[in-house]
C-alpha cells in the first residue's frame, strides 16, 4: 500500500509537470483529451485481469454520470495549472479528502481511520507551512 502511495505521489507531479508545460501551447480541452485518451489503454490492461461484465441499462446513468465529472475535472484541473503554480492549485485540490470523507459517510455509513485523519493533517500542515515559508521569503 505504502508503494502505491508513493507511485500515486510521483506520477501526480509528473502529470502537473506535463500539464504545466503542455499548457504552452495547448487549450485546457485539448489538454483534458490528450488525458482521457492516454487513460483508456492504461485502464484497459487491469480489464483483461479483471474481466468484463457487460453493463446493464441500469448503469448507463451512472456511467453517464461519472464520465461527465470526470472530465470536467480533467478540464478544471488543466485550466488551474495553466493559469497558476501547482504549488498555488495543489491546497485547494486537498479538498478532495474531506469531499471524499462526507460523501462515504453520506452513502456508506463509513468514516475514514485515525491514521487518515493524521496523515491528512500532516498533508494539509506541510502544505501550508511550504506556502506560508515562500510567501516570507519573497517578502
Not at 22 to 37: A, E, K
Not at 91 to 104: E, I, K
Amino acid at each position: 500500500a505504502a508503494g502505491a502511495v508513493l507511485v500515486t505521489a510521483v506520477t501526480y507531479a509528473a502529470t502537473n509537470t506535463c500539464i504545466k508545460s503542455i499548457s504552452r501551447t495547448d487549450t485546457p480541452v485539448q489538454i483534458t483529451i490528450y488525458g482521457n485518451l492516454l487513460a483508456l489503454p492504461i485502464a484497459f490492461i487491469p480489464l483483461l485481469f479483471l474481466g468484463l461484465r457487460m453493463p446493464v441499462w441500469e448503469d448507463v446513468p451512472w456511467i453517464l454520470g461519472m464520465t461527465v465529472c470526470q472530465t470536467l475535472a480533467g478540464l478544471f484541473h488543466a485550466r488551474s495549472v495553466q493559469a497558476a503554480d501547482a504549488r498555488i492549485v495543489q491546497p485547494f485540490n486537498f479538498l478532495r479528502l474531506p469531499v471524499s470523507v462526507l460523501l462515504a459517510w453520506y452513502l456508506f455509513a463509513e468514516l475514514p481511520s485515525h491514521w487518515t485523519w493524521l496523515g491528512a493533517a500532516m498533508i494539509f500542515a506541510s502544505s501550508y507551512y511550504v506556502l506560508y515559508r515562500e510567501r516570507s521569503t519573497r517578502s
